[in-house]
């Protein structure tokens, strides 16, 4: 009996020592990292590939999943390193950016970022054009991530450039995903598995990748809001005077150019100052009341004089708070042509003629 339980036991250990051999390979190639086939041995990590450009072949790529998932199997100290190692490279790999299989150095300053976010600092010499035709993607897509107007961008400047075809986004407090798939024009899968949220989900002021995403033309830096529509809505071929306002004129061919709201500005809406601030918004946001423009402006180093020209704010200051307006131009016979706002009705804009008999009544600001 005590022979065949020896024997027993041997049996055990042959088929055992298959499985144990497998194992002691698998935890080697987690220890040392992958052994590149034609450059001895050397650590397989990302820091490596981007100081040395070495080749990179599917047999490491295969090898840093294999690393990366027993390291997360086994609960290993470096295994968030190890995963980040293994989807940056394979991004980088899958997505074009590297040349004949190498990872250059330039792409990979920084790899704390979500995965597909490539941080790059702008050399002499580069701009954004260039910048994007070494990435493979769009100078629309490096712009928007970015915040520039224009392809002109400083040495230096530290950019984050999206690997695949699409744009970087800083999420914000009020985001979800499928809210941001659907504003910016991709999917809610793509954007989860780009950048690795399937457990973590999105947090505010993380960057991410949003695959094939557009920015609405209002969001994008070189955007500028058009003037307010203007529509007559009627022409008043007669003469109004409102003395109370201060005004001390007349004003002629009154055409009603509409109601303007929400215009915003440092100056109360719907008044005459924030219609005359509209149009001149390198003035001061501190003039106060309509009265006391042409004497603060004044003090603040403006050209204030009676000589009215295209573009000056005109202004005076009696009635109960002044008045001013925009002067759009002057006239060959020396009269000039105003748009002014709450001459006599709130948020109302009108265009007249004030006559070359009073124009020396009012203060301009140029």
Known sequence: MTKKKKKSNFELMKKALPYALTGILVLGIAAFGSIDKQNGDINLSLDVFAANDYNVSVDQLSELYVVADLSDALGLASASDVASNYMVTTTMYDSGQTLAGKLEKPNLTNVNVS?????HVVEEGENIDTIAAKYNVSSDNIRWS???KT?????GTVLS?????GIVY?????DTVESIASKYGSSAEEIIALNDLEVSGISEGAKIIIKNGSLPETERPEYVAPAPVVTTTTTQRRTYTYTYLGSTSERQNIQVVGYFYGLGGPYGAGQCTQWAWYNRQDLPSNLGNANMWASRAAAMGYVVNRTPSAGAV?????GWYGHVGYVESVNGDGSIVVTEMNYGVNYRVIRSTIPA???GNFNYIH
């Open 115 to 119: 995965r597909g976010v490539i941080e």
């Open 146 to 148: 970015n915040g520039l």
């Open 151 to 155: 392809v002109e961008v400083a040495a």
């Open 161 to 165: 450039i999206p690997s695949t075809e």
């Open 170 to 174: 800083t999420v914000k407090a009020d």
């Open 314 to 318: 005109f202004q005076t200051s009696s």
């Open 357 to 359: 008999s009073a124009v």
